[in-house]
């Protein structure tokens, strides 16, 4: 079985613990991207049920005498 070198062993443990926090930003940045999307696309089906809701309700007072 081979011996590793404690600095070989170090070396290593901060070259996986700098990837990691590379791969944790990057996937932050892209789910705040998909949050930030997912909100707009909320608004917009909100304002559209709106515009709806009341194009219907100003069809119903000018069909009532």
Known sequence: M?????????????????????????HAEELEQIRRALA??????LALAAEKESATNGETARAEP
Not at 7 to 14: G, T
Not at 40 to 45: A, E, H, N, P, Q
Request: negative net charge.
């Open 2 to 26: 081979p011996t590793d070198a404690p600095s070989d062993i170090a070396f290593r443990m901060l070259k996986l613990e700098q990837q990691l926090d590379s791969y944790q930003r990057l």
């Open 40 to 45: 707009d696309l909320k608004d917009r089906v």
